[in-house]
Every structure is written in C-alpha cells, then in structure tokens.
T-cell receptor, first 114, second 116 residues
Framework: KNQVEQSPQSLIILEGKNCTLQ??????????LRWYKQDTGRGPVSLTI?????NTKSNGRYTATLDADTKQSSLHITASQLSDSASYIC?????????????FGTGTLLAVQP | EPEVTQTPSHQVTQMGQEVILRCVPI?????FYWYRQILGQKVEFLVS????????KSEIFDDQFSVERPDGSNFTLKIRSTKLEDSAMYFC??????????????FGSGTRLTVV
C-alpha cells in the first residue's frame, strides 16, 4: 500500500534555531517528492519538488534531501522565524498508470517560539 | 503569481442538503483536482479531471459527489446530499501537466464545509 510517514508529529523550537523533519515513503513506482507548507486553515504551498535523480534542493532557508534507495527525505529549516510555524507535509507522486494524484503524509506541526 | 481561487471560504449546510463548491483554476492549466482534509487528518485525494472528464477518483468519491467544468473557467464539486462526515476542508488544485511531471501543482485556500 502506498504510504508516506513523517516524523516527528510535532516540534517546538526557538526562533533562530535550525530543525530537520523526516519523511519515509513506500510509494511505487516513484515519480517525485514534494514538501509543502500548510498554514492553519489554508491550502498547501509548495516548497520543493525533487525527482528520482535529485539528492538535494534548496528554496531559501529550506533544504530538502532525497535518498531514493532508502526511500527517505528530509526538510531542513535554517535560522527559523516565527512565520515558519505551520504544518510541513511530505507528498509523493507516483507515475504508475495514469495516476495524477498526490499521496500526502500526515505532516509535522512546527511551532517556532520567540 | 497565478492563484487557484475557491469560493466560498466557509459554508455551513444542513444534513441532506446539496452543496456546490466552486473553484477557478489557473487559466492555462489542464488538470484539475479536488482534495479534502478532515480536521486533524491528512489531505486525501478525491478526484482528478482532464479533457472534460474524470480521469481518476478515490473510493471516497461515491455517487453523492460530482464534478463539472461548466464554462471553461470554473470547476465545481457538488455533494448531492450532505452527511455529517462530509464536514472537512475541501481543496481545489490545478496543474499544467500531470503530477508525474516535475511541475507545480497549485492548491487553492480551501472551502471549509460544516454539515450540521
């Protein structure tokens, strides 16, 4: 069964600190992996997209890594800001058949405190 | 930056009533989707729509649900007879290519549906 698991479930850090969020997936065949940021009551906003051949991708203070062999990804946030408080969701796309759906993880709820 | 627009932002309806959730996808996008998120749970795929027909749907998308692109710009989700368990945030999304391609897949801000 295609699944995306994330850890930790929630995380509290102090402003200015770094953090790393983890994602494990069992989606097959794999097409790409995305990290989204979702503010409370809002739609997901894309941070990064990585294909099978990409090991790392950055978007400002966000850096995502992908290990397609172990089916793991991480999202590293540097110098956190209060506005980083949100849910961070790992999302995987499969290219099996004609599917265009995204498979969402449960997210990591990040709280950045002053 | 182009946006996916959803209306209304909040909808309260009585159980058994029909609701229509509306979305305006990004203008040059070809693929359209509906997802839902029950409070405290993960986002779940409902349906994808391409070339004026449903291309894929999940087991959640039963006969109570239907989608339509009535005028070439709007994309609607209709729930024929709402149940309490339909209460959720409903997200519309659109993309220029399918999800397997390495392009953005843009979500709207969602419609919060509350069935009472």
């Amino acid at each position: 069964k295609n699944q995306v698991e994330q850890s930790p479930q929630s995380l509290i850090i102090l402003e200015g600190k770094n953090c790393t969020l983890q994602c494990n997936y069992t989606v097959s065949p794999f097409s790409n992996l995305r990290w989204y940021k979702q503010d409370t009551g809002r739609g997901p906003v894309s941070l990064t997209i990585m294909t099978f051949s990409e090991n790392t991708k950055s978007n400002g203070r966000y850096t995502a890594t992908l290990d397609a062999d172990t089916k793991q990804s991480s999202l590293h946030i540097t110098a956190s800001q209060l506005s980083d408080s949100a849910s961070y969701i790992c999302v995987v796309s499969s290219n099996g058949g004609a599917t265009n759906k995204l498979i969402f993880g449960t997210g990591t709820l990040l709280a950045v405190q002053p | 930056e182009p946006e996916v627009t959803q209306t209304p932002s909040h909808q309260v309806t009585q159980m058994g009533q029909e609701v229509i959730l509306r979305c305006v996808p990004i203008s040059n996008h070809l693929y359209f989707y509906w997802y839902r998120q029950i409070l405290g749970q993960k986002v779940e795929f409902l349906v994808s729509f391409y070339n004026n027909e449903i291309s894929e749907k999940s087991e959640i998308f039963d006969d109570q649900f239907s989608v339509e692109r009535p005028d070439g710009s709007n994309f609607t989700l209709k729930i024929r007879s709402t149940k309490l368990e339909d209460s959720a945030m409903y997200f519309c999304a659109s993309s220029y290519t399918g999800a397997a391609a390495n392009y953005g897949y843009t979500f709207g801000s969602g419609t919060r549906l509350t069935v009472v």
